[in-house]
């Protein structure tokens, strides 16, 4: 039987991405080019920006990851691509480039949602044992995704104003931290007091949404308050107290959905999975409960990449998925 071999590319943000992944678990290549250095000094993604690096990187990403896989276009089952959500200039920039190599070396095409990638982006450390749940927490979604089988995702809890990552930096931006902000008060709270009382959105009874702008607002209240009355508060304390807040509310609704589901695997995902102090917090809650596996993906494999694209691209080709070279960037693609 041939190997299957999945070409993916991933521009949908800031990080121009191309991977190739075998047999649908197992990483052969993988380049991410950062555009973050570009973004810092407008204090986060400029989407014009971002569309002219991916054209200038694209080539040169799946060249790359070509070259470390040590194939040919020939030994290509499919070729998939992230057709949304994103910026739409930066999606169509690698759904142009994927098309273009579709059609010139005949390869099949196949769209793949961006979430649908971070939530597969666990396959390649763990094979998935349905039912499952996903916690996906990332600068453009905080979601609780229920999955009964492959390809299959209910959406059972999400954000209704601000997304995990979108509070991070902001609150980051608040305290003069350079963008993107999560990994800095990632840090900063770990050597900090969660001694600053701020509020959890619970929301109603038995809802697992979230919300998170009322804590970026109390963020930003607390700190202009003690200005006003002359007290410094330390930038480490509110990074801690803003974290332990943001925290307890993902594992708690998160628990509660385990409890609901009786799911047997429990996933992270996102660029906010790669918080030093949710991975605790979730690996100390979830680990040796019996019954339950909990996954959690390398740093690598949570923030934006192409090696989690082509996973979820590999389960669409078996399902027998093929885009056609009509496929458009859906910036509010539904997963
Ligand atoms: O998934 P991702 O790379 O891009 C989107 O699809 O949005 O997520 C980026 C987000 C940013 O908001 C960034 O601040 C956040 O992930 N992030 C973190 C950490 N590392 C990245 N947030 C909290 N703690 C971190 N260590
Ligand atoms: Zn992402």
């Known amino acids: 039987e041939k190997d299957q ?6 521009t949908s943000c800031d990080e121009t991405a191309a991977s190739i992944i075998k047999n649908g678990r197992e990483i052969v290549a993988n380049v ?3 555009q973050i250095e570009s973004h810092k000094r407008f204090g986060g993604v400029v989407p014009e920006i971002a569309s002219r690096h991916h054209v200038e990187q694209l080539t040169i990403v799946f060249e790359e990851a070509m070259k470390q896989a040590d194939l040919t276009f020939a ?3 499919a070729i998939a691509v992230t057709e949304g959500p994103g910026l739409v200039g930066a999606l169509l920039t690698g759904i142009n480039a994927a098309k273009a190599l579709a059609f010139a070396h005949g390869i099949p095409l196949i769209g793949v949602h961006h979430i649908a990638g971070h939530i597969y982006a666990n396959r390649l450390i763990h094979e998935l044992e349905f039912p499952l749940l996903a916690l996906v927490v990332s600068g453009g979604h905080t979601e609780l995704v229920y999955m009964r089988e492959h390809g299959d995702f209910e959406v059972i809890g999400e954000t209704l104003d601000d997304a995990a990552g979108e509070a991070y930096d902001k609150v980051a931006r608040t305290l003069g931290l350079p963008y993107p902000g999560g990994p800095h008060i990632d840090k900063l709270a770990h050597e900090g007091q969660a001694s600053i009382d701020l509020p959890r959105a619970w929301l109603s009874e038995g809802s697992f949404d979230f919300s998170f ?9 607390t700190l202009h308050n003690a200005k006003q009355k ?3 508060l330390d930038p480490k304390d509110v990074a801690a107290s803003f974290q332990a807040s943001v925290i307890d509310v993902l594992v708690t609704k998160t628990a509660q959905a385990v409890d609901k589901y009786h799911v047997k695997q429990l996933l992270l995902a996102g660029g906010v999975a790669a918080n030093k102090g949710l991975r605790t917090a979730l690996e100390s809650e979830f680990s040796s409960r019996e019954g339950l596996t909990l996954t959690i993906p390398p740093l690598s494999l949570c923030t934006d990449n192409a090696a989690m694209i082509a996973a979820a691209g590999s389960i669409l080709y078996e ?5 056609d070279l009509a496929l458009n960037a859906n910036p509010g693609l539904e997963l």
């Open 319 to 323: 399902k027998g998925v093929r885009s």
């Open 230 to 232: 002359g007290i410094e």
């Open 32 to 34: 991410v080019a950062s």
């Open 213 to 221: 702008s009322g804590l970026k607002s109390a963020v930003i209240n």
């Open 75 to 77: 030994d290509l089952s």
């Open 5 to 10: 071999y999945i070409l993916g590319i991933e």
